[in-house]
């Protein structure tokens, strides 16, 4: 999986047969680089996301097979203020070693 941040949407008003319908998203990865995504979830700029990349994305719809080579999977609850990952058990989600 590859974390990133939506940075954007990208519209296409001209697509093939195959790709289905729903957003393309520009997203930026941990690694400072780009690249575009289907969103089946409906994410927001400046969300953090998860991505997955190839077979596993394209395999994600069922009955075609559809050109997606990155697929948006989850989206990383984060506090508003900090934009760090929330532990929802309640612990921290880095916890220094003693």
Excluded at 9 to 31: C, F, N, Q, Y
Aim: charged share 20%.
């Amino acid at each position: 999986m590859i974390k990133g941040r939506v940075i954007g949407k990208i519209w296409s008003s001209r697509r093939v047969d195959a790709m289905p319908s729903g957003a393309l998203l520009e997203i930026e990865t941990d690694g400072c680089g780009t690249l575009i995504a289907f969103d089946p979830l409906g994410c927001n700029s400046g969300e953090a996301v998860l991505i997955t990349q190839g077979s596993v994305a394209a395999g994600y719809f069922t009955g075609k097979t559809a050109p997606v080579d990155a697929l948006i999977i989850g989206s990383i609850d984060e506090d508003t203020k900090t934009n760090k990952p929330i532990n929802h058990e309640g612990r921290d989600t880095c916890p220094t070693k003693q």
